[in-house]
């Protein structure tokens, strides 16, 4: 339920050309932690905003640019980057994100990287973790962690991890050791070529 007390006003510059998108972001009421302590938060429904720099920030149907907080709740938006100490995402998606812990839920990040990362029906081209629970099904072209739990399936081309438990199937097409051993076998073929081509010429 938002109040009546407006937030800081939301600009965007683009081409060259200065425009306002939104008057103000109306403050919001929001239940934060275990305990649902009450704080006020920014709110964006259905706005787009430049960048945002607040404690809370809570995003529905909404797009930014860059988003630096205490905590970020995404539902059906987008940014281009965030950075934040705890960040949920449902049915969303970044560029860039970073966090203490990290929730994706059918949601999608290029990079994304956190000390704790649950990922239910998420996609991440670049996933790393200290510990990652991954639910349901989870695809990343490169997971680097320290210690994956998978409750389902997780397919990705490239994975380094510490431990790993999974009850569902674990689909990694280059181990550690077969990206060695493609890489040193690419090399050798280019050092071939080039000594052939060296004859020739």
Known sequence: MATDQPGESVTEEQDGQFSTVSEDIPITIYKDGPERH??????????DAGDINAGVVTLERSGAEHIEGERVNMDRSGARSLSA????MENS????ASAERMVLQGSSAIAANAQEMRLARSKALIAGAGEMTAEQDVSAGMLVAGEVKATGDIRTTFMIAGDVSAEGDVEVRFDAVSAFALGAGFAAMLLFVRAVLRRIF
């Open 38 to 47: 009450v704080r006020e938060a920014g709110e964006l429904l259905r706005r």
């Open 85 to 88: 100490r705890t960040v949920q």
């Open 93 to 96: 998606g970044a560029v860039t």
